[in-house]
Nanobody, 116 residues
Framework: QVQLVESGGGLVQPGGSLRLSCAAS????????MRWYRQAPGKQREWVAL???????NYADSVKGRFTISRGYAEDTVLLQLNSLKPEDAGVYYC??????????WGEGTLVTVSS
């Protein structure tokens, strides 16, 4: 099993920055891809970014150039740097992990609020 815990959410003004972290525990050696999703109130969950075991990254068009996904200094963490935040970026951000055995794991999310 893999357990995921997100952190770093909070209240930020438009144009501000925030760094989210995802800490993984359990059978972390089986994880091949980490993804960030977000969900605004009353809207569907949308994919934001991904990073593979080999370090390849990809982003949704809505965040490309503003957000950066990366591996943390510790091998069991993944970061999401949010820059130039817009009100439409607000929502609950979720971390997910895909394993070599076809399993997908989710954290419980961390809330990002963008408001002046």
């Amino acid at each position: 099993q893999v357990q995921l815990v997100e952190s770093g959410g909070g209240l930020v003004q438009p144009g501000g920055s925030l760094r989210l972290s995802c800490a993984a525990s359990g059978s972390i050696s089986s994880i091949n891809t980490m993804r960030w999703y977000r969900q605004a109130p009353g809207k569907q969950r949308e994919w934001v970014a991904l990073i593979t075991r080999g370090g390849s990254t990809n982003y949704a068009d809505s965040v490309k150039g503003r957000f950066t996904i990366s591996r943390g200094y510790a091998e069991d963490t993944v970061l999401l740097q949010l820059n130039s935040l817009k009100p439409e970026d607000a929502g609950v951000y979720y971390c997910s992990a895909s394993s070599d055995y076809g399993m997908i794991y989710w954290g419980e999310g961390t809330l990002v609020t963008v408001s002046s």
